[in-house]
């Protein structure tokens, strides 16, 4: 079984910081894709930015310049970390793994989501 354990939201000025961690662990093969989504208020789930397994990374244009994901592969985390937030930014953000357990080597991965943390950032 894997786990994911998701920190670091919280209240946050507009022009503030913060930065998310998601941490996987358990009979954890390989990790290729890492994804940070966010969902608002009566807004659909959208992929903030994600990172696959050699390092190429992709973000939504709302928060390119703003938002950098890395990850630490020996750790089986994954960070974002958020500059000059926005009131917009205001959702809960979510991780989303592409996990290869010990018991599938030859895959497929298989999609595990984090629990989901706020972020909240005012005006």
């Known amino acids: 079984q894997v786990q994911l354990v998701e920190s670091g939201g919280g209240l946050v000025q507009a022009g503030g910081s913060l930065r998310l961690s998601c941490a996987a662990s358990g009979t954890i093969f390989s990790i290729n894709a890492m994804e940070w989504y966010r969902q608002a208020p009566g807004k659909q789930r959208e992929l903030v930015a994600g990172i696959n397994s050699g390092g190429r990374t992709t973000y939504v244009d709302s928060v390119k310049g703003r938002f950098t994901i890395s990850r630490d592969s020996a750790k089986n985390t994954v960070y974002l970390q958020m500059n000059s937030l926005k009131p917009e930014d205001t959702a809960i953000y979510y991780c989303?793994?592409?996990?290869?357990?010990?018991?599938?080597?030859?895959?497929?991965?298989?999609?595990?989501w984090g629990q989901g943390t706020q972020v909240t950032v005012s005006s």
């Open positions: 989303r793994l592409g996990v290869r357990p010990y018991s599938f080597i030859r895959g497929p991965d298989y999609t595990y």
